[in-house]
């Protein structure tokens, strides 16, 4: 059976990257699944998931290079009514709500250099991200 879990993550900052990774990797290790996939939902229209390299200066780059593409208040009609379209078109634009990852022996499949991170594009708040856990069959009859 698949297992459902709910992280809650609370960003310090307006825009911020938060590396969820361990985060993950002990919710499988307490599901029991040892093979299968791990789905990674953030339930909110202001943030996404990206799988990259957690260097601090590679951070950077992306949230400039995000605000460079998407820039604030450049009279879009959103913020008529919620003063944060910038925060929506980053989200829909450039970054997606879900990944999935591979699990085998009760680990995430991940390269050496690829952390899962949730980038928040309209902080600081409190987010839920979803996790479900699947079980797949080792080997196909
Ligand atoms: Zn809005």
Same mark, same amino acid.
């Given at each position: 059976?698949?297992?459902?879990?709910? $992280?809650?993550?609370?960003?310090?900052?307006?825009?911020?990257?938060?590396?969820?990774?361990?985060?993950?990797?002990?919710?499988?290790?307490?599901?029991?699944?040892?093979?299968?996939?791990? $789905?990674?939902?953030?339930?909110?229209?202001?943030?996404? $998931?990206?799988i990259n390299e957690n260097e601090p200066n590679l951070v950077e780059d992306i949230l400039g290079h995000m605000e460079e593409l998407v820039p604030r208040g450049k009279g879009y009609k959103h913020d008529t009514i919620d003063r944060n379209a910038h925060s929506h078109l980053r989200a829909s634009l450039l970054l997606n709500p879900s990944v999935a990852l591979p699990v085998d022996a009760g680990e995430l499949q991940l390269g050496p250099w690829q952390r899962v991170m949730l980038v928040e594009l309209d902080g600081p708040r409190h987010r839920k991200v979803t996790l479900m856990i699947c079980p797949c069959a080792r080997e196909i009859p």
């Amino acid at each position: 059976m698949p297992v459902i879990v709910n $992280l809650e993550i609370q960003t310090r900052k307006p825009v911020e990257i938060v590396d969820i990774t361990n985060m993950i990797q002990e919710a499988i290790w307490k599901s029991d699944v040892t093979h299968g996939i791990v $789905l990674v939902f953030t339930r909110h229209t202001t943030t996404g $998931l990206i799988i990259n390299e957690n260097e601090p200066n590679l951070v950077e780059d992306i949230l400039g290079h995000m605000e460079e593409l998407v820039p604030r208040g450049k009279g879009y009609k959103h913020d008529t009514i919620d003063r944060n379209a910038h925060s929506h078109l980053r989200a829909s634009l450039l970054l997606n709500p879900s990944v999935a990852l591979p699990v085998d022996a009760g680990e995430l499949q991940l390269g050496p250099w690829q952390r899962v991170m949730l980038v928040e594009l309209d902080g600081p708040r409190h987010r839920k991200v979803t996790l479900m856990i699947c079980p797949c069959a080792r080997e196909i009859p």
